[in-house]
């Protein structure tokens, strides 16, 4: 079939402006009747969903770099999404799903909007049975607020409808001011939405109650309430887009800094996480000595003679714990379970555009003080430890997306696809992973000023979440997108095939390894001394 050329796009408008009457929802409404009319969810579900689509925007490695929703307009030629969300690093297709499990790849676009963050995919083929929704001509807001549903997916999972009213013009300038960019040229004044569907991902369609599309749904992290692209807006993009369609490769830059969904699936909620690391603290603790390291045993010391009789006298000593060898730390069996609870936890808060700030800043204190333990812990936790990451990460296919807390070693890196990745081998394991070399820029809370990077053959202890198997550089490995790491104990040298010799020719020295054991004196992240 030959490729869809943007000159379909006026027609895409003509027949986007029939208006709202073309879709069940609208029977017997004008624009007038629709700008007044509560919506109801109802007709809204029947007529719009099926238009609603889910927008994965793949990177270099196959896997989902970002999540949006994106809806059909006019014959169902293009589908009207986020820019930012598309217009990342790597990505050069997307993948784009309907209600009814139906999907469809596209690695083109007719229409890429800076000034409004919009983007229109091109369909390879058309989806002329169900066709597209179309854009409002009511007013952009009501004096009191415009009634309107936002239909959009949540979590890249499944799709939602919230109610809510538009209002409030934001000036593109005030706009820029907040989030210290420069407002493109041609920028419109956005509107405020007053709705709660802040994990409705952005590109959502903001119809109204004659089921057209009034707006496109962004979130700002610099403004507290959503907001809004003004149908206008977008005719208006479209319009003067070029009659020619354009490889994804090939996006604009975004200049609005949208919040993005970057994660599949349910986030974990603040008080979830807490949970995972109390599960984390009170199962390291060594049930013998209750983490104290030692034990009180009773010692005979001598004895003595009492009225003609010989007493034993026993004193009570303290002893090191031989369960734990004195670090009041054992690694139980099935305790990786909690810490990958806890890496995926943050993760996932991290990732989430509707997180708060101090509770992100609570996950880097709580995932850094554990990443800091794991330093110096004994070499009997270490090992035990390793070995349950080992056996958890060689199921290789997954489930996916699961969570990972592990000890390994820096290797080569790579580029692949125009973005470079490092290589990392886990301590007692033969699975590899890689991750994104800017993910190892800095350790965990660490200033920008003070990071430094590791070299090869470093350690180091990460905690992220493992996304898939993928194959880069012919060699396969686990992807994981990185939460945070620390610099770890060096628990060996670097593999004999990754040996870089130095310039007189002789072997690299192998570093000494530092001794095990926490008992400096210093509370750390399981409470102890």
Known sequence: MKPLSSRFLPVVLAAAAVGACS??????????????????????????????????????????????????????????????SVARPGVQK??????????????????ADAATGLVAVALPEAKKDLGGLSLSTAAGAAEDGLP????????????????????????ASDLAETCGVKAPAGAPAFLRLFVPAKRIAAGAPVVDAAGGVVGTMMQVPAVDDLLVVPAGALRRALL?????????????????????????????????????????????????????????????????????????????????????????????????EYFARMGEGATRLAADPATGASVVEAAVT???????????????????????????????????????????????????????????????????LVVLAEALEKPLGAEPESASTPGAGDWIVLAGLARASVKVANHRAVYVNVFGWDRGPDLGPLPSFLEEPHENGAERPRRKRPLSGRNDGTPDFFGLE
């Open 366 to 432: 709580s995932t850094g003080g554990l990443l800091e333990a794991l330093r110096r812990v004994g070499d009997p936790y270490r090992r035990r430890l390793a070995e349950q990451a080992a056996a958890d990460l060689v199921k290789g296919t997954g489930p996916f997306p699961r969570g990972v807390v592990v000890y390994a070693q820096r290797l080569e890196m790579v580029r692949h696809a125009g973005r470079e990745y490092t290589f990392l081998r886990p301590y007692r394991s033969s699975v590899w």
């Open 240 to 336: 003067k887009a070029e009659p020619a369609l354009e490889p994804l490769r090939r996006l604009p830059e975004a200049v609005w800094p949208v919040a993005l969904q970057t994660l599949p699936g349910e986030p974990m909620s603040p008080q979830e996480f807490a949970a995972a690391v109390r599960a984390v603290k009170l199962q390291s603790r060594c049930d013998k000595c209750g983490g104290d390291g030692q034990i009180v045993v009773r010692k005979t010391v001598g004895r003595r003679r009492v009225a003609g009789i010989v007493r034993t006298i026993i004193k009570r000593v303290p002893k090191r714990c031989d369960a734990c060898g004195g670090d009041g730390l054992i690694c139980k069996d099935g305790l990786y």
């Open 94 to 111: 997307v993948t784009i799903r309907f209600k009814d499990g139906t999907s469809v790849e596209s690695e083109r676009f007719g229409m």
């Open 23 to 84: 879709h069940p929802a609208s029977a017997g409404q004008g624009p007038a009747a629709g700008a007044a009319a509560v919506p109801e969810l109802i007709e809204i579900h029947k007529s719009a969903t099926p238009r609603v689509c889910l927008v994965q925007a793949e990177g270099a490695l196959g896997v989902p770099e970002a999540y949006a929703t994106g809806f059909l307009l006019g014959a169902g030629k293009f589908v009207i999404t986020d820019l930012a």
């Open 148 to 171: 309107v549903v936002v239909v959009g997916w949540r979590h890249g999972e499944e799709i939602d409808l919230a109610t809510g009213r538009m209002a409030v013009n934001v000036p």
